[in-house]
């Protein structure tokens, strides 16, 4: 499996800081648009969001398309050439060298580039529509590989200054053009998906036999990777008897009430109360918390059977904080929330190389490439 150079854009660096648009896993339509320069990706991603108004479906991909095509008319993007790039983030304490190429979807469909969790249904089906109307991508998919076995550390291509620089939160994001030909060099035996399972599905679901579909990926070392916890707040099914939560929850397991959240333990806040859970000697942990929360809570207890589906499971990413957990619960929105510890990547591995899933929202990896530095047209 060899990465690919085929007919990629990339922004011009002079505009960086006017077109990077905010995450829309983490914005609604309460969200300021108006704060936004006019460049923004957000008119790309969600014009909904960037007008503030809901749009019918042909209204939002017709203004996506338009506005892609002007980033390319001003010359906002351009193609670039056929040298690759690499994409480094670093932060104070932490570092990570990623390579930037286009990818056959025949080889995610082949199962040699592994998903690790369930998709949401109707979000899958949601990005396949999406990049049938508008045949572009500018999200890049986020995969890893195995450096324990192939021994490869992209640092080493990256001295010089970058061609592109900027800062993002906490990190800096570098993108370096190197003279190395990797499709020459490399031939990856595996690729699992960090981020982006959703994506790929969707460009699954455009692949046909007539034309050969390509996606636009960042790829990194697994040593680099950093997997925080995607939490989940849960309302109760409207049948199920609520006084009857804590004696079904010692069932499976040990309850001890505690003051603070501790990242080192699986925890959940119900009726105003942290509780550190710990599975009984009946019954044994599937190896990760968000394992265990949906066997255990969400199955036996709530008999929510199917949470990539069911809309009284909220997935909470990381970055909206404990606080927001606990607001959920103590303004009678969600009935609890988790505090669980992030799965770990050797899990991850075992599970894609299996052919098994995680729930949806397992994993959250951070940091990730940001959207927009990089752009492919969909053939």
Not at 183 to 199: P, S, V
Not at 335 to 357: C, Q, W
Request: proline share 4%; glycine share 4%; aromatic share 14%.
């Amino acid at each position: 499996m060899k990465p690919l150079i085929a007919n990629t854009f990339i922004i011009n660096n002079k505009h960086l800081s006017s077109i990077l648009s905010p995450s829309t896993d983490i914005i609604d339509y309460n969200y300021d648009s108006n704060s936004l320069h006019k460049l923004n990706l957000l008119q790309i991603l969600r014009p909904d969001i960037y007008f503030g108004k809901k749009l019918s479906d042909k209204n939002f991909f017709d203004h996506s398309k338009k506005y892609y095509q002007e980033l390319i008319s001003k010359k906002i993007i351009s193609k670039k050439n056929n040298k690759f790039n690499l994409y480094k983030i670093n932060s104070d304490n932490h570092s990570q060298v990623g390579l930037v190429a286009l990818l056959d979807i025949n080889d995610y469909q082949n199962k040699n580039i592994k998903p690790h969790e369930k998709i949401l249904v109707l979000k899958g089906k949601e990005r396949a529509k999406q990049l049938k109307k508008v045949r572009y991508q500018i999200c890049p998919i986020y995969l890893f590989f195995d450096d324990s076995k192939l021994k490869l550390d992209f640092h080493k291509n990256t001295k010089g200054n970058p061609n592109i620089y900027f800062k993002s939160g906490n990190y800096s994001h570098s993108i370096f053009e190197t003279q190395a030909n990797f499709a020459d060099k490399i031939n990856f035996e595996e690729l699992y998906i960090a981020d982006g399972h959703h994506r790929v599905e969707g460009f699954s679901q455009l692949n046909n036999s007539k034309t050969k579909t390509l996606f636009l990926a960042v790829i990194f070392p697994k040593s680099q990777c950093n997997n925080l916890t995607y939490n989940r707040s849960v309302k109760f099914p409207k049948n199920y008897k609520y006084k009857n939560f804590m004696k079904d929850l010692t069932y499976f397991f040990d309850i001890k009430v505690v003051k603070r959240p501790n990242k080192n333990k699986f925890q959940i806040y119900f009726e105003g109360q942290l509780l550190s859970l710990k599975l009984n000697l009946n019954y044994k942990s599937l190896g990760a918390d968000c394992l265990d929360f949906g066997e255990f809570i969400l199955k036996r207890i709530l008999d929510i059977k199917d949470e990539t589906n069911d809309k009284k499971v909220e997935f909470v990413p990381p970055s909206f904080g404990d606080g927001y957990l606990k607001n959920q619960v103590d303004n009678g929105i969600t009935d609890i929330s988790t505090f669980m510890r992030p799965v770990k990547i050797d899990l991850v591995m075992e599970y894609a190389k299996k052919g098994k899933f995680m729930p949806p929202k397992a994993t959250w990896f951070e940091p990730k490439p940001l959207d927009g530095i990089f752009f492919h047209h969909i053939k």
